[in-house]
T-cell receptor, first 110, second 114 residues
Framework: SQQGEEDPQALSIQEGENATMNCSYK?????LQWYRQNSGRGLVHLIL?????REKHSGRLRVTLDTSKKSSSLLITASRAADTASYFC??????????FGTGTSLTVIP | EAGVAQSPRYKIIEKRQSVAFWCNPI?????LYWYQQILGQGPKLLIQ????????DSQLPKDRFSAERLKGVDSTLKIQPAKLEDSAVYLC????????????FGEGSWLTVV
């Protein structure tokens, strides 16, 4: 399967700390996206990073991509209780056919 | 800008019954997706449309699932007959074009098969 695999499966941190979650995949990709899903809701797009990019920032989010290791990481700095959610990476081999991993469940304790 | 609209939000049916979900994508988005998300798992692509044509339906259980996007705008996903294992959230999503674009998701349609 070309699905991304997130690690860890679950993460619990104190408010204000940084949260790092990783995604590994098996085949070469065109781009990779990170999504957030609050309980009972749809997925919200966070960042798209293309295969020729190594790092992207958006507010408190930082995404890195290492195509040689076939891995990506999502860093959330200065976490807030509202960041509590599941985070998914989605990999695209061709076009916009994205394959999702099983997600990292993040809990930020106030 | 209006987001991806889905209905119904919740549905409970008995096994062997049928159910249909409706999706209206963001205006102007050519690509439409249906994903199935079982509790505790990531979304799994069921079918992808480009306008009114099917791009990928390799993971759609065609013996019981069908989907159409007749006019290249809104779409319907049907399950007939439903099985217990079909209990999941059915997520509709859309993107502007087929390649390299952000995918926007609706809130999902929650199906429970009893």
């Amino acid at each position: 399967s070309q699905q991304g695999e997130e690690d860890p499966q679950a993460l619990s941190i104190q408010e204000g700390e940084n949260a790092t979650m990783n995604c590994s995949y098996k085949t070469s990709i065109n781009n990779l996206q990170w999504y957030r899903q609050n309980s009972g809701r749809g997925l919200v797009h966070l960042i798209l990073i293309r295969s020729n990019e190594r790092e992207k920032h958006s507010g408190r989010l930082r995404v890195t991509l290492d195509t040689s290791k076939k891995s990506s990481s999502l860093l959330i700095t200065a976490s807030r209780a509202a960041d509590t959610a599941s985070y998914f990476c989605a990999t695209a081999i061709t076009g916009n056919q994205f394959y999702f991993g099983t997600g990292t469940s993040l809990t930020v304790i106030p | 800008e209006a987001g991806v609209a889905q209905s119904p939000r919740y549905k409970i049916i008995e096994k062997r019954q049928s159910v249909a979900f409706w999706c209206n994508p963001i205006s102007g988005h050519a690509t439409l997706y249906w994903y199935q998300q079982i509790l505790g798992q990531g979304p799994k692509l069921l079918i992808q449309f480009q306008n009114n044509g099917v791009v990928d339906d390799s993971q759609l259980p065609k013996d019981r699932f069908s989907a159409e996007r007749l006019k290249g705008v809104d779409s319907t996903l049907k399950i007939q007959p439903a099985k217990l294992e079909d209990s999941a959230v059915y997520l509709c999503a859309s993107s502007l074009r087929i390649s390299g674009n952000t995918i926007y998701f609706g809130e999902g349609s929650w199906l429970t098969v009893v």
